[in-house]
């Protein structure tokens, strides 16, 4: 039975992480005291929901949920210290702080350490969040104990929204680039000035030419797209700022 522990003290327990190839040890109380931090734990790096979905989303959210009050945005996950730290690096997710609980013992503090032998895992955590104030956990969101891998309530969106209802979410953006190309800077430039965090594509490196034409009828950089809206090149999307602009006044 997985136990909801609101109200409660966070476990105390000492986390080995790997920093600049030196081992350093740090406690519950280095994490939790004196701040407001979320944290979601999940089965494991590298698998499936968490890499696809769980930890992307709270990497892209972290901004917004600092902006209403939140100091840190941590995973945890039963994994080694090497392998939390490479799995940050292939994520990018930066903004996240990665704790591995090697041995499972902050997981076994808070219930969440679970038998996952079927698929050869060994003992992990369920999957869950929470809102940690000075180490008194205020809200969780704890997936339905049920079988397989549940992720329903522990995302990044329902923090958010627990947090800071009315919060706007961060726009989704990608531009296709090339190196060299004075409109792509132009365009980039455009995004940082406004405040938009954006993910850059780079011709011959991450897509081709024959991708571009085949998703927005062009051959030629930047193409902008936001949240699933192709907005073109450098000058439609300075027609597009300017439009928000005009209509956020």
């Not at 950089?221 to 699933?228: D, L, S």
Request: aromatic letters at 10%; a negative charge; hydrophobic letters at 35%.
């Amino acid at each position: 039975m997985l136990k909801n522990r609101e109200g409660q003290k966070i476990p105390q327990v000492n986390f080995h992480l790997r920093r600049d190839h030196e081992w350093v040890e740090i406690g519950s109380d280095e994490i939790f005291n004196n701040k407001t931090v979320v944290v979601f734990a999940l089965p494991g790096a590298f698998t499936p929901t968490c890499s696809s979905t769980h930890v992307p989303r709270y990497n892209q959210l972290t901004p917004a949920l600092k902006q209403h009050g939140v100091d840190e945005v941590v995973c945890i996950s039963v994994n080694d210290a090497f392998v939390m730290n490479e799995w940050q690096k292939e994520q990018n997710a930066f903004d996240v702080s990665f704790i591995p609980d090697g041995n499972g013992d902050f997981s076994e503090g808070m219930g969440m350490l679970v038998g996952k032998d079927d698929l050869g895992f060994g003992r992990r955590s369920w999957r869950y969040s929470m809102l940690v104030k000075d180490g008194v956990i205020e809200k969780m969101f704890i997936e339905p104990d049920q079988p397989g891998d549940p992720f329903e309530v522990s995302d990044a969106d329902t923090m958010l929204a627990y947090i800071a209802p009315q919060a706007a979410k961060p726009l989704d953006v990608s531009v296709f680039s090339r190196d060299g190309c004075p409109y792509c800077v132009r365009a980039k430039g455009m995004l940082h000035d406004a405040g938009i965090r954006f993910e850059e594509l780079v011709l011959n490196r991450d897509f081709h030419e024959s991708t571009i034409r085949a998703i927005s009828g062009r051959a030629t950089v930047p193409q902008i797209f936001i949240n699933g809206e192709h907005i073109g090149g450098s000058e439609d999307l300075e027609d597009y700022l300017d439009a928000s602009t005009q209509k956020a006044a």
